[in-house]
């Protein structure tokens, strides 16, 4: 591999960081206000986002990529490669991040919620200053090993032809007749961005342990 | 709306092959990682302090690839090292694998939670050899694994998609082919993802089940 090559892979990697990262920030606060939904058995709502999370639960990323590639389109939402493939990810990590803010929702005590009611605070002040603070901390390290989980789920959405590192590594191969080369040298990018992740995980669980983690 | 119906009508052979060939893929990945797990458990909880550390950071590693490269590297990997085998085989080596470190971690994790006592209890019945394992190990092993064993399956199936990417013919394969002679996208894909949906919902209550059975045969 030569420096044009390498140069391309890591141009590929950045690709798959940004998109990735746009999904994670997206992705924390709708999985939030999906949780929130379930948590508060909104009618109509609660059952459908249910619905939902279970969908995409069984649905396989790759998938996921080419219907929103192409059958948005078609019903007239026009949206290039990198819009698309943020959805896709946005989509897919929105239905477990669901699931990790309403594990800790269902687990809040509510004699805390019964008190801020007696002092006099209205529900969405309660949820602020005290219900989200909490939460947040109990849930971090479970969300960051979802954005683990999503990184590894990210080439995906090469098949819909956005250059992230996938790509880059495949159209190296297709060039030089040598795929083995490009595709190891991918790999071991992807491990060390995905460790990256994992060491973050193994912080955040450490202190909360240690309870340096307050809210 | 019509025309869409009909379409998927006259395709139903298709999305029924791929259907087909996806849950066979899981199968056989489900059967090979049980067997291949259960070994690398043991190799991870095994005495020989090089093998063990050895064994953890490999599976370690390969629970940090993401799967369609892991997949990409068997596809390209194995002609190189003399093997020339068909894209099914080389999709089933990756997806066995692959898997093989999550049940690996799964099964030791199961061992690691195994009561001491009732082992000990075990013995002091007579029980030895097979027979302690077969009567007390065993179902425990099985019953404590069985939830994540259900996920990981999930996540199998789930797997098998990426196979699309070395034109294994499973369900998005079907479905995105489907798409590419009548461009009917969203019923094109939504059809699969209902099948995986369907899958999943199984595999769950079957999950459902075996907690069920755990759950009268510790009251009994």
């Not at chain 1, 019903?75 to 959805?87: C, P, W, Y």
């Not at chain 2, 139903?12 to 690398?40: E, K, Q, R």
């Not at chain 2, 993802?193 to 045969?217: F, P």
Request: glycine share 6%; charged share 15%.
């Amino acid at each position: 591999m030569n420096v044009a090559e390498l140069q391309s892979l890591l141009h590929g990697a950045a690709v798959t960081v940004g998109v990735s990262v746009c999904a994670i920030v997206l992705g924390i606060p709708s999985g939030l206000a999906l949780a929130i939904v379930r948590w508060r058995r909104v009618p109509v709502l609660a059952p459908l986002v249910a619905a939902y999370v279970s969908m995409m639960r069984a649905t396989p990323s790759i998938t996921l990529a080419l219907m929103v590639f192409f059958a948005l389109p078609s019903i007239g939402i026009d949206m290039d490669v990198t819009h698309a493939a943020v959805l896709t990810l946005l989509l897919n990590t929105a239905a477990f991040n669901c699931e990790i803010w309403r594990a800790a929702l269902i687990d809040f005590p509510r004699e805390e919620l019964a008190a801020c009611r007696a002092y006099g605070m209205t529900l969405p002040l309660a949820f602020r200053r005290i219900v989200l603070p909490q939460v947040s901390v109990r849930s971090l390290p479970a969300l960051v090993n979802e954005m683990t989980l999503l990184i590894k789920s990210s080439p995906a959405i090469a098949v819909i032809g956005i250059v992230d590192l996938t790509r880059a590594a495949s159209r190296i191969g297709a060039e030089t007749y040598q795929p083995l080369p490009p595709m190891i040298a991918a790999t071991l990018l992807y491990v060390a961005i995905v460790l990256v992740f994992v060491g973050a995980q193994r912080y955040f669980e450490r202190r909360l342990r240690r309870g340096a983690l307050q809210p | 709306m019509n025309r869409e119906i009909q379409i998927l009508a006259e395709s139903w052979p298709l999305y029924l092959s791929g259907f087909g060939n996806t849950l066979w893929l899981t199968a056989c990945t489900l059967v090979l990682a049980a067997i291949g797990g259960a070994a690398v458990a043991m190799l991870m909880l095994s005495r020989i302090a090089p093998l063990r550390y050895g064994v953890v950071v490999l599976v370690d590693l390969l629970r940090t690839v993401p799967f369609l490269l892991f997949a990409y590297l068997v596809y390209y990997g194995l002609p190189v090292l003399g093997l020339h085998v068909d894209r099914w085989s080389s999709g089933l080596c990756a997806l066995a694998v692959y898997h093989t470190a999550y049940v690996g971690e799964i099964v030791r994790g199961a061992w690691r939670n195994l009561s001491v006592e009732q082992i000990e209890a075990g013995r002091a019945h007579g029980l030895y050899g097979l027979r302690l394992f077969r009567r007390i190990i065993a179902p425990q092993l099985f019953f404590g694994c069985a939830p994540l064993i259900g996920n990981q399956t999930v996540q199998i199936v789930k797997d098998t998609a990426f196979l699309l990417i070395i034109t294994v013919p499973e369900l998005t394969f079907a479905a995105s082919s489907v798409q590419s002679t009548y461009f009917i996208p969203f019923a094109a894909f939504a059809v699969a993802i209902a099948l995986y949906w369907a899958v999943t919902l199984a595999i769950e209550a079957a999950v459902r089940g075996i907690e069920s059975a755990a759950e009268a045969r510790r009251a009994s």
